[in-house]
C-alpha cells in the first residue's frame, strides 16, 4: 500500500510521468521491501510551486506507508529518492523535500476495507 506522489514544477514537456512514476514505484518498494503490486505513485506537475521564494526547478516527495518507514531507515529513502528525481528531472538536492508517513492500519484502505 505505499504511496509515492512526486509534485515538481518542471516543465510539463520536459516531464515523462508515466515513466517517472513506474521508476518511483520499484524504488520505494525495493526501499520498504513492499511487493511492487502494493505500490502506487504518481507525478503532478504544477508550475506555481516555488521553494525559497522563487520559482526554479523545485520538487516535493510525499511516501506514505503502513509500516516500513522511520529511524534511520528513512535517511536512506531520502537519499534514494533525491536522486532518482535530480537524475530523472535534473533538480538540484537543495531544491527537493522529501516527507515521509507512516500510517496506521484502520487510516488506510483499499477495495472498500482498512488496512485493519
Not at 10 to 38: H, M
Not at 63 to 82: D, Q, R, Y
Not at 95 to 104: A, K, L, Q, T
Amino acid at each position: 500500500m505505499p504511496t509515492c506522489e512526486i509534485l515538481c514544477n518542471t516543465l510539463s514537456a520536459d516531464v515523462d510521468a508515466k515513466a517517472l512514476s513506474a521508476k518511483a514505484a520499484a524504488v520505494v518498494a525495493q526501499l520498504l521491501s513492499k511487493p511492487l503490486s502494493y505500490m502506487m505513485s504518481y507525478v503532478t506537475v504544477n508550475p506555481s510551486l516555488t521553494f525559497g521564494g522563487t520559482d526554479a526547478p523545485a520538487a516535493y516527495v510525499s511516501i506514505a506507508s503502513i509500516g516500513a518507514v522511520g529511524g534511520p531507515k528513512n535517511s536512506i529513502i531520502v537519499a534514494e529518492i533525491t536522486a532518482l528525481v535530480t537524475r530523472e528531472l535534473g533538480i538540484q538536492p537543495e531544491r527537493i523535500f522529501v516527507g515521509i508517513r507512516d500510517i496506521s492500519a484502520d487510516s488506510f484502505g483499499h477495495n472498500g476495507l482498512t488496512f485493519a
